[in-house]
């Protein structure tokens, strides 16, 4: 079936890098994204990644996807306080629309 | 970029009156809007995805009875909660797939709308 895990909490300091990480079970998505969600807001798109690729870089953005694990990958560089947010990891599928979210991994700057 | 909006942004209702959410793409026609939940610190639950002109398609579990939705031109679609109770109070999110576009990055979400059900 379809599922995205995350770990809940994640910690750093301001101006380090940040690394969410996911994992999901069905290996049959097309897409993968990472969303972002400020408090009291809704989802901003940050970046996506098709299945068939291994990374996608974007400015400070990086993400890593290794499929035989299943497993999606986000790098934030130099990690700023406006960075501190909920990340959604989501899969889509061939032919749907429907996006399976994860559910998110909050991220705390530290000073 | 496309801009999707939902008001009421927030609302405060007693036990049993029902509450209209709508959802607005701004600048872009949407044939297909989706309905989301979301819990505190939980992640967003498809609740239905709604058609333009069409029945909405409720996912399991979900009450239709009691989540109406109406999705009556390409730039609107409302989501009411009838004869609300306190378990009802949550985080309402939309999203909206711009109709020419295809790919995807092409479902935009709006800013929710937080209900809280005395």
């Known amino acids: 079936g379809e599922d995205v895990e995350q770990s809940l909490f994640l910690s750093v300091r301001e101006g380090d890098s940040s690394v969410i990480n996911c994992t999901y079970t069905d290996s049959s998505s097309t897409y993968l994204y990472w969303y972002k969600q400020e408090p009291g807001a809704g989802l901003q798109l940050l970046t996506y990644?098709?299945?068939?690729?291994d990374m996608k870089q974007d400015q400070r953005l990086t993400v890593l996807l290794n499929k035989k694990d299943k497993h999606l990958s986000l790098r934030i560089a130099d990690t700023q306080t406006g960075d501190s947010a909920i990340y959604f990891c989501a899969e889509t599928f061939m032919g749907n629309d429907k996006i399976i979210f994860g559910k998110g991994t909050r991220l705390h700057i530290l000073p | 970029g496309a801009v999707v909006s939902q008001h009421p942004s927030r609302v405060i209702c007693k036990s049993g009156t029902s509450v209209k959410i709508e959802c607005r793409s701004l600048d872009f026609q949407a044939t297909t809007m989706f309905w989301y939940r979301q819990f505190p610190k939980q992640s967003l639950m498809l609740m239905a995805t709604s058609n333009e002109g069409s029945k909405a398609t409720y996912e399991q579990g979900v009450e239709k009875d009691k989540f109406l939705i109406n999705h009556a031109s390409l730039t609107l679609s409302t989501l009411t909660v009838t004869s609300a109770h306190p378990e009802d109070s949550s985080f309402y999110i939309c999203s909206a797939r711009d109709s020419q576009g295809g790919g995807p990055s092409t479902q935009y979400f709006g800013p929710g709308t937080r209900l809280t059900v005395l």
């Open positions: 990644i098709f299945s068939n690729m």
